[in-house]
């Protein structure tokens, strides 16, 4: 089955599954309680209630602890400054990792460790070498293990995948993220949510962050994948030590290209879309937004044309990132102990995509990405 119908497929099913075959909610522990959780996981979890039941807390800064607590209504005694407290302690089925980039392979392999299901933010790691850490202690412990690649479920992704199933193989792609950081994001006045991004110690970097949801929003709809990265990652505005601009040029294994186009210091005027283009028709899709036009396709008898997005003026309804489907699907597969619909296998292609691009700019040539296979 193709990537992206996939995608669909565990997102139609997991909708069957709430409230139909879900006896319990999966109990959930929070590694990292900051701004994501509070604006963006919160409304998801609470959004599920028969779904998921956030019962565990840990976070290093107090008035994380006491914001998410409040949100979700968990006592003092299961909100812990150490997350291993929280691991040994807690019962608890699964943890979200919602921390800086550099912190994700530590509390992911800890949590494996403890015997509990990992579900992290992206990108999995800030290596390769990490990235596969984390699977050894994943494979170790049998525990599930998933990456938030929420753009896939935006109902605009959605409908894009039935789409995309009604046409042929791929034979080019393109995905677009721009956007301006603001002058003092990496300074000590900055937001601090921000300002880590901006660090290389910490795993910032435009192409880690940003770009990486362009990546795999058009590879799914690629459908074959990346085997070849010629790349640029560099450092052109921002004074900062890692990349404000990153530009792709991947080959994939059916032989069709596409690229990537994303920085932090250039205006967004027509960005956060990815295309793909076949034989027998295009889609162009606008991923992170739920607008009337978000989604178009063309056809040589039809031109191009806007589609409907089934759900999108539906009030009761309000998912705008895709993390409310992104984790209905997650959680509705844990419970009934099936893989994972964004498994560490997809979330370590998009890190090696990312290693590629990197050397492909260090050594200015195309990197064979079966070059960096798992050992």
């Known amino acids: 089955m193709c990537y992206a119908l996939r995608v669909r497929c ?18 959930l522990g929070l590694i990292g309680c900051g701004g994501i ?39 003092p005694d299961q909100q812990y400054s150490d997350y291993r407290d929280m691991l040994a302690t807690a019962e608890i089925d699964a943890v979200t990792v919602a921390t800086p980039h550099f912190l994700h392979a530590e509390h992911a392999v800890e949590a494996a460790s403890a015997g509990v299901a990992v579900i992290s933010e992206k990108p999995m790691a800030t ?5 596969d850490t984390i699977l050894d202690a994943v494979e170790r412990n049998n525990v599930a293990y998933g990456i938030v690649h929420n753009y ?17 193989a791929s034979i ?15 300074t000590e006045h900055s937001d601090p949510a921000q ?7 910490k795993g910032g970097g435009c192409i880690g962050d940003s770009s990486y949801h362009e990546i795999y929003s058009v590879n799914a709809l ?30 994939h294994e059916n032989g069709a290209v596409s690229t990537v186009s994303s920085a932090w210091c250039v205006p967004d005027l027509d960005t956060g879309w990815c295309e793909v283009h076949t034989n027998e028709g295009s889609l162009r899709i606008r991923h992170r937004k739920n607008m009337p036009d978000s989604l178009m396709r063309y056809t040589r008898a039809d031109d191009w044309q806007h589609l409907e997005i089934p759900g999108r003026a539906d ?61």
Request: charged share 20%.
């Open 195 to 201: 300002a880590w991004r901006a660090s290389k110690a």
């Open 127 to 131: 290596s390769l070498a990490e990235a």
């Open 152 to 168: 896939l479920y935006t109902l605009a992704m959605q409908e894009g995948f039935v789409q995309r199933a009604k046409l042929g």
């Open 315 to 375: 009030p009761e309804f309000n998912d705008p990132s895709g993390h409310v489907g992104f984790f209905a699907a997650t959680f509705n597969a844990l419970a009934s102990g099936r893989e994972l619909p964004i498994s560490g296998k997809h979330g370590r292609h998009n890190l090696a995509i990312i290693e590629a691009a990197r050397r492909a700019t260090e050594e200015r040539r195309a990197i064979d990405l079966e070059s960096l296979r798992r050992s």
């Open 10 to 27: 565990w997102f139609i099913s997991s909708l069957v599954l709430m409230g139909v075959m879900m006896t319990k909610p999966v109990r």
């Open 222 to 251: 690629m459908d074959s994948p990346v085997r070849y990265v010629e790349a640029r990652v560099k450092t052109l505005s921002i004074d900062v030590d890692v990349d404000d601009i990153a530009m792709l040029l991947c080959e």
């Open 172 to 186: 080019f792609g393109r995905a677009a993220g721009m956007g301006l950081k603001p002058a003092d994001f990496s």
């Open 37 to 75: 959780v509070q604006l963006v996981h919160a409304r998801a979890y609470l959004s599920l209630p028969d779904t998921v039941k956030v019962v565990a807390l840990a976070d290093v800064l107090e008035a994380n602890l006491q914001q998410v607590g409040q949100t979700f209504g968990v006592p």
